[in-house]
């Protein structure tokens, strides 16, 4: 271990969403420790979550 803390979810979410905005901070990611399990888990659930937001707006609109 490094000595940095574990990041928690909310931390690991909003890295990952702000990374999808190109907005992260440059050095966020380095006061904690993040694991790639983490950061694949939480990517897959935004992106779904985003596209089930575009078809649904979608969706909406054609209807």
């Known amino acids: 271990?490094?000595?940095?803390?574990?990041a928690s979810l909310l931390q690991v979410l909003r890295m990952v969403?702000?990374?999808?905005?190109?907005?992260r901070k440059r050095g966020e990611h380095e006061k904690i420790?993040?694991?790639p399990l983490q950061v694949i888990i939480v990517g897959l659930i935004a992106g779904a979550?985003?596209?089930?937001?575009?078809?649904?707006v979608v969706h909406l609109i054609t209807r």
Not at 17 to 23: D, E, R, T, V
Not at 49 to 56: D, K, N, P, R
């Open 1 to 6: 271990m490094n000595g940095k803390p574990k």
């Open 49 to 56: 979550a985003f596209v089930a937001t575009i078809v649904s």
């Open 33 to 35: 420790e993040v694991t």
């Open 17 to 23: 969403l702000s990374a999808f905005l190109g907005i």
